[in-house]
T-cell receptor
Framework: GAVVSQHPSRVICKSGTSVKIECRSLDFQATTMFWYRQFPKQSLMLMATSNEGSKATYEQGVEKDKFLINHASLTLSTLTVTSAHPEDSSFYIC????????????FGNGTRLTVT | KQEVTQIPAALSVPEGENLVLNCSFTDSAIYNLQWFRQDPGKGLTSLLLIQSSQREQTSGRLNASLDKSSGRSTLYIAASQPGDSATYLCAVLGGNMLTFGGGTRLMVKP
């Protein structure tokens, strides 16, 4: 089946530094990838939609200059949390579509970010 | 703006019981609806995907139905097992936006 690999699974960084999270589709080409954030005991919140070769579309309230998304190829999208603050500590998950809009979404295993 | 609601928020049942999880959405203009399972601290596992033109999908002990006109979907779990304990999320895709419900935390007791 379709596999989405997300790396790293866990990262601890100091306040003010930047962290990059990678999301790779291992056995398929993903024209569209989604990035989500989940705070404890809350549902997933869509942050942005990433289309290969174009700028990401951010949800209202998500700072595009803080959460940089790059989808340079059909198998890789990256999320960079710039100048991280403790309130950015969260669980970040990516997902990718295997085909057209009616295809299933496949999710990475998530990245637990802790900013100290 | 699409809103997705899941009821109940939490459910505890004895092993072997059949159960139903509910998902409702406000905008019926959707492409599909998907049910996921999330184990604590882990990513999502896709369970079932129902296209907007379909009424139900089945996989093993799971059956999901979709009534687009009334904005409702149900996930039926037959003969529940302790291993089914997890959070179940439904999500609707419409206009390239995926909207999640708040989830139902299921606990199946041995």
């Amino acid at each position: 089946g379709a596999v989405v690999s997300q790396h790293p699974s866990r990262v601890i960084c100091k306040s003010g530094t930047s962290v990059k999270i990678e999301c790779r589709s291992l056995d398929f080409q993903a024209t569209t990838m989604f990035w989500y954030r989940q705070f404890p005991k809350q549902s997933l919140m869509l942050m942005a939609t990433s289309n290969e070769g174009s700028k990401a579309t951010y949800e209202q309230g998500v700072e595009k200059d803080k959460f940089l998304i790059n989808h340079a190829s059909l198998t890789l999208s990256t999320l960079t949390v710039t100048s991280a603050h403790p309130e950015d500590s969260s669980f970040y998950i990516c997902s990718a579509m295997t085909g057209g809009i009616n295809s299933p979404l496949h999710f990475g295993n998530g990245t637990r970010l802790t900013v100290t | 703006k699409q809103e997705v609601t899941q009821i109940p928020a939490a459910l505890s049942v004895p092993e072997g019981e059949n159960l139903v999880l509910n998902c409702s959405f406000t905008d019926s203009a959707i492409y599909n609806l998907q049910w996921f399972r999330q184990d604590p601290g882990k990513g999502l596992t896709s369970l079932l995907l129902i296209q907007s033109s379909q009424r139900e999908q089945t996989s093993g002990r799971l059956n999901a139905s979709l009534d687009k006109s009334s904005g409702r979907s149900t996930l039926y779990i037959a003969a529940s097992q302790p291993g089914d304990s997890a959070t179940y999320l439904c999500a609707v895709l419409g206009g390239n936006m995926l909207t999640f419900g708040g989830g139902t935390r299921l606990m199946v007791k041995p």
